[in-house]
């Protein structure tokens, strides 16, 4: 069956079921490989993309619910919010393997864009999906705050 999505900005014509997970489309029929699989169950944020601007598990979400609808992978990810949380990102250190941190990024920007101040209660609450092997918690909340400061 054909689908017609719209992701990064451009419309996008794939072949799958409708009840396929928008993740296998991107990394295996895309080759947009900076979304990630973690446990397939919308448990670690991982695989976190925007549709229409929210994070949302790209894990499980049907292909078949995104007609009309903007997806935005890491790739697409563009502007002054996700410009400033990459240098904030680099300034702290935050990134040890890496494996999460497409996924922290999308929650991160979406946050930011919404709340451009956020208290570290509002942090934690827009973060918690996203877990971290690695632990850096610490770091992604002082990269996410440290943005927050330099919006004035």
């Known amino acids: 069956m054909s689908i017609r999505l719209n992701i990064?900005?451009?419309?996008?014509?794939?072949?799958?079921?409708?009840?396929?997970?928008?993740l296998?489309?991107?990394?295996g029929e895309l080759g947009l490989l900076g979304t990630k699989y973690g446990c397939g169950m919308a448990l670690c944020g991982a695989c976190t993309v925007h549709v229409d601007?929210?994070?949302?598990?790209?894990?499980?979400?049907?292909?078949?619910?995104?007609?009309?609808?903007?997806?935005?992978?890491?790739?697409?990810?563009?502007?002054?919010v996700p410009e400033a949380v990459q240098k904030a990102w680099d300034e702290v250190d935050v990134v040890q393997c890496g494996y999460c941190q497409s996924g922290q990024v999308?929650?991160?920007?979406?946050?930011?864009r919404d709340?451009?101040?956020?208290?570290?209660?509002q942090i934690d609450a827009a973060m918690s999906g996203n877990?971290?092997?690695?632990?850096?918690?610490?770091?992604?909340?002082?990269?996410?705050?440290?943005v927050g400061e330099a919006a004035g």
């Open 8 to 22: 990064n900005g451009k419309d996008t014509e794939v072949k799958a079921e409708p009840d396929t997970p928008l």
């Open 24 to 27: 296998w489309v991107l990394r």
């Open 53 to 80: 601007g929210a994070p949302t598990r790209a894990c499980v979400t049907p292909i078949s619910t995104l007609a009309a609808k903007a997806v935005t992978t890491i790739e697409g990810l563009s502007g002054p």
């Open 106 to 112: 999308m929650s991160a920007c979406a946050l930011l």
């Open 115 to 121: 709340t451009p101040k956020p208290t570290d209660a």
């Open 131 to 146: 877990i971290c092997r690695c632990g850096t918690y610490q770091r992604v909340r002082a990269a996410i705050k440290r």
